[in-house]
């Protein structure tokens, strides 16, 4: 009975080792392309191929984890996916991006070295009503529950890929404050610009960048009108200081779809367009993203 019952376990293992055997003889060709060398605030893309129906893929570059969402090209299974850093991020480091995709059955582990540059970003000196600065006690409750409000906006992303890059501008205007730049703000050290400032006269049209769905849509302290944008697998815009709101949360936009018209509301010195764009947790300079530039 005994002996039955080893035998049994035995013929079963060796099955099982030659299906892995003939399983690995015959390992999905899996392809990962990145650059080698990025910026800091620069956003960059990264492409995974695989030449059978992937049964899951996800890539870690430093402290992110992006789930893989594969598409049928031609007679692959291809993944973009979208990686940034911050503008006060130190460069000068080399980080491992690593792929891990299953396919057949088997996991697949590839890796790709990329180099963080490091970029001088300018620096800005602002004067602005001390209000603004430092809001008085009784709008701090406000600011709280809308920094809440954000956060919770921005916590969960599609995993669809609903992004395509180039994106579409959401206005033609030129840059009037750069991505970047070290803010202080009447001597007060402000963090950094955390997106591009477009010059639009009050009521320009403001597009979406890309399809998506909107988190947020609201009246803010700081942002003033505003939309958030989720674009899946990690990607989010956000347009500011608007004068008028045409989506609210919960609408499919497609590239181009008016969702407001540029204004002077929150936190600002004269009318024009804050333009944000969010990579895994990362406000990253949203320029390399549009062929040909904005204006
Ligand atoms: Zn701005």
């Not at 070295?113 to 970029?119: A, K, N, R, W």
């Not at 609408?251 to 895994?280: A, C, M, S, Y």
Request: with cysteine; hydrophobic share 40%; glycine share 10%.
């Amino acid at each position: 009975m005994l002996n039955n019952k080893i035998s049994k376990k035995f013929i079963l293992a060796v099955m099982m080792l030659f299906i892995i055997a003939a399983n690995g003889a015959f390992a999905a060709e899996v392809i990962l392309t990145a650059p080698g060398r990025v910026e800091v605030g620069k956003p960059f893309t990264v492409m995974v191929s695989v030449e059978d129906p992937p049964e899951g893929g996800v890539l870690f570059w430093r402290e992110t984890k992006v789930p893989l969402d594969f598409r049928k090209e031609a007679d692959r299974y291809v993944a973009l996916a979208m990686l940034g850093t911050e503008a006060d991020e130190a460069g000068g480091a080399s980080f491992s991006l690593e792929a891990e995709i299953t396919a057949r059955g088997q996991k697949r582990e590839l890796s790709r070295e990329v180099m963080l540059v490091t970029v001088e970003y300018p620096e800005q000196h602002l004067s602005l009503s001390e209000n603004m600065v430092t809001p008085p006690k009784d709008v701090l409750d406000r600011i709280n529950r809308e920094a809440a409000m954000v956060k919770e906006a921005l916590a969960g992303s599609s995993p669809e890929r609903m992004w395509e890059v180039p994106f579409h501008p959401p206005l033609k205007g030129a840059v009037t404050s750069p991505y970047g730049t070290k803010r202080t703000m009447n001597k007060t050290a402000k963090g950094f610009h955390k997106g591009v400032d477009l010059r639009a006269v009050l009521g320009t049209p403001v597009a979406a960048p890309s399809r998506g769905v909107v988190a947020l849509a609201d009246d803010l302290y700081f942002a003033g009108k505003c939309v958030y944008i989720d674009h899946g697998n990690g990607v989010f815009s956000v347009m500011m200081h608007l004068s008028e709101i045409s989506v609210k949360a919960g609408d499919k936009v497609e590239p181009g779809d008016l969702v407001g018209k540029t204004g002077q509301t929150g936190r600002v010195t004269g009318p024009h367009l804050h333009f944000g764009v969010r990579v895994q947790g990362k406000w990253v300079n949203p320029l390399p993203l549009f062929e040909g530039g904005l204006s």
